[in-house]
């Protein structure tokens, strides 16, 4: 038996634009049980998605400070928009402090393993399709995946304002994966965390012609290989760690809809960035 380090105790910082990064935080938390969690969604500036790169960038430093000064051993950016605009940056400034995981690199290799040479689909916000970033990662690794990304900027709001197993949902759904750009594709990835709440809905459209990957498993994977890899995974606890959940904006939505994103209500705390 390795006795874990001190270091090994540190909680997992995770950050997300909003509350949509819970659904990955759920998948880290269901896959590592004995690890202590600090979410941090950025409310305030909600959504990533239509902001300029420099914006996102901003924040993301700020966001990082915050985790970094609850001692936060690894830093998950749970927001494909964060990871498209913010990723390298944030590995440079978190330097050796904690170590950095992003959506888009595990999710890179996870197509190129299953989809080599096969058509694939993605949708994510303006930021993220806009950036092409994944585009470049596929084709950095040779990867070969055929890849058919479309901007779907009404989702987010959509599923924010809980339209979501309804007819409106359904209809706006349809309108996007019927879209040209993405007919004929063997399987679609889902590039923004809010997705997976309506990944229902496009299995039903879909009706098992076009298979609809929801990456947070994937990404909670890494996050567990990379920890364990460095010997920083926590010690096995007989109850559910103290897990904290900051929103720098708060309301009394945010709070009802996170049992939705994460599948059971929490308590959210106020944390103002610039203050
Ligand atoms: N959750 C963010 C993402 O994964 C989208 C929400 C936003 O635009 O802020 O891209």
Redesign the pocket.
Known sequence: MTIPSALAARPIGIF???I??LTVARAVARRLPAERLIYFGDTAH?????KSTAAIQAYAVKICDVLLRQQCKLILI???????AAYELVREYVGSKALVVG?IDPVVEYVGQHYAGRPVGLI??K??VGSNIYRKKIDQLDLAVDLHALATPLL?PMIEEGFFNGRVSEEIISAYLDHPTLLGIDALLL????FPLIKPQMEAHYQGRVAVLDPSDVVAATVAEALASRSLLAAPVEAAPAHHFYVSDFTRSFEESTRLFFGQQVQLEHYPLWE
């Open positions: 997300d634009s909003g949509g990064g909600l959504p990533y998605g239509e749970a927001c494909n928009s964060a990871s498209a959506m994510g916000t930021q993220t987010v590039a923004c965390t809010h």
